[in-house]
């Protein structure tokens, strides 16, 4: 199968240096924001529509402006792009949220994807009304997934469940397609509604073995449930034409983080009751040193921002050669971002995207009988860690 590139809408922002935020972290940029406007946030998504990434991901929650709402108008100046929406289903009926997405499927022909968060924060959970614990929230997700998948299949649905109550339910125009589900979580509850519900299991960017953990164990589950998942994992990148220029640039973004913010940052991160971001934290340990924790994935990110935390920093070949050492372990579908997001788009889509297609890997989505990269792209493929 070939690989899925998605790319990233920065919904709060963007700039030159790390727009922090989400988990308990404060909102925090380290340099002139590029407020997120709908003609900015239009440059990204079409300029990863043009370099090959099959979909863009927007984030959910209060430091950031509304997934559906955002996307619903940048779709409207793009073409093939599809939007992965983030949004949490304890703030909207599961009968709307199906309503809703069959909507988006019909204006925009086809091109949404659901992310389902269920919410890690108890804090901002209760500042929009939802004073469920954290596994009451992800029994209820279950209950929200059971319902919305119900009504995308045309019945009519009713439940009587721990936390949702739906009577004769039906949908007058059914979404064509039925939207993809990618779902995240670390937790043992995660995995259960992971493997009941999703399409597409994501995991954060840890070390490789650490991720083939997480695949065994939510294949198993999904085994157990008769069903099979496919894989992503979500990741910053920093590339280049050179190992020593994508390193540099690490290390500005690194000088950027003054040590007070780094500690404000970081106390409010450790509050979190996100299993996923403890397993960030740990990769640091709030640390400046040792951030490059397995050859040419970089923790540095995480010092700052809440949620995804590492960053794939190296030469376009080496980059390329850290994607397929993930490919390998099982994961299809590769969401990446970088700081500024526009600008980082163009590097990762004129320098890896080539490589990898010039290995099988990838093939345009858009323009899959597309001229072969030119001959400096199609480099020898080189799997060599960061040079010491």
Known sequence: MPLTFHWFLPTNGDSRHVVGGGHGAPATSFGQDRPPT????????RAAEDLGFAGALTPTGAWCE????????????????????????GFVSPTLAAQMASTFQRQTGGRLLLNVVTGGESQEQRAYGDFLDKDARYRRTGEFLEVVRGLW??????????????????????????????????SPLAGEVAARHADVYLTWGEPPAAVAEKIAWIRALASREGRRLRFGIRLHVITRDTSGQAWAEADRL??????????????????????GQRRMLDLHGGSRDDLEIHPNLWAGIGLVRGGAGTALVGGHDEVA?????YHHLGIDEFVLSGYPHLEEAYWFG??????LRAQGLWT???????????PAAQAAFAGAARPR
């Open 254 to 275: 690194l000088a950027g983080f003054d040590a007070e913010t780094v500690r404000t940052v970081q106390a409010g991160l450790a509050r979190s009751e996100s299993e």
């Open 321 to 325: 050669a850290r994607i397929a050492e």
């Open 350 to 355: 004129e320098g890896v995207l080539p490589r």
């Open 364 to 374: 345009h989505p858009f323009r899959p009988g597309a001229a072969t990269p030119p």
């Open 66 to 89: 509304d997934a559906w709402l955002t996307t619903a108008m940048v779709s409207q100046h793009t073409e093939h792009l599809k939007f992965l929406v983030a949004f949490r289903p």
């Open 38 to 45: 709908v003609a900015y946030l239009t440059q990204i998504a």
């Open 153 to 186: 299949e045309g019945g009519t649905v009713g439940l009587r469940g721990e936390h949702l109550r739906i009577e004769d339910a039906r949908l007058a125009r059914l979404p064509d397609p039925v939207p993809e589900v990618y779902f995240g979580g670390s």
